[in-house]
């Protein structure tokens, strides 16, 4: 049965596109999304075209995007019209959703060790889905005693018989790739556990969501009460 409720909440909450359309946005967003997807393109025509200069030019651009697009993003009025306009709305009629579903399947949300019951079933779930927990300790040895010392190779190479401004122009670009590649990995890591261990990333907002009607118990109730009503 918890299979089941699973797979509707999956279809129901989860699979609920929450992204905006391009009109949507506001202008600073477009703006921000053009110009990445501007520069991303020009990055890689210089990168092929081994246009030094080029690449260096575009790195520094879109770093200064960045820059600005966070600095707007955490203006106190950006914020609140963020937390008005998407985080609020979002959040309840998500909760609204999941008070429904776990009403369907008769769990009574009054309960708490009913919903302790689901919170560690959930876990024990996420074991079996795990796709990657015994591909974890191999990895950790290829990329200690094979990476490393390849990616050391190649910057010998790399920095091998040049003069001392050429060398500092490419410790510049590598350290300047190194912090967008931090960023980007950092930025979208949940995009790639839902790729590689979708499951598993899916039972944590499953917990998360049942740690949330514990939590905001009278919001939940209020909810129920609504539905209640609408039949």
Not at 202 to 228: C, G, M, P, T
């Amino acid at each position: 049965m918890f299979n089941l409720l699973y797979k509707k909440y999956k279809t129901k909450i989860l699979n609920v596109n929450y992204w905006k359309s391009f009109k949507e946005l506001y202008p600073y967003e477009k703006f921000f999304l053009v110009t990445l997807i501007f520069d991303a393109l020009l990055l890689s025509i210089f990168s092929l075209t081994n246009i030094l200069i080029g690449s260096v030019i575009t790195i520094i651009v879109l770093i200064g995007c960045l820059i600005v697009f966070g600095i707007i993003r955490r203006k106190p009025e950006e914020q609140k019209r963020i937390l008005e306009e998407v985080i609020e709305p979002d959040a309840q009629e998500r909760m609204k959703k999941f008070v429904s579903l776990l009403k369907d399947f008769e769990v009574n949300i009054d309960d708490d060790q009913q919903l302790d019951e689901l919170i560690e079933r959930a876990k024990q779930e996420q074991e079996f889905y795990d796709a990657w927990k015994d591909f974890r300790r191999p990895a950790e040895g290829v990329a200690t005693y094979i990476l490393l010392p390849i990616l050391t190779l190649l910057l010998s190479k790399i920095f091998e018989g040049v003069g001392l401004e050429e060398l500092l122009i490419r410790a510049l670009i590598i350290f300047i790739i190194c912090i967008i590649a931090v960023l980007v990995i950092y930025t979208s890591s949940s995009m790639f556990e839902d790729l590689f261990n979708k499951d598993k990333q899916n039972l944590n907002y499953f917990i998360r969501d049942v740690e949330d009607i514990k939590i905001f118990h009278n919001r939940a109730i209020s909810y129920k009460v609504d539905s209640l009503v609408d039949e």
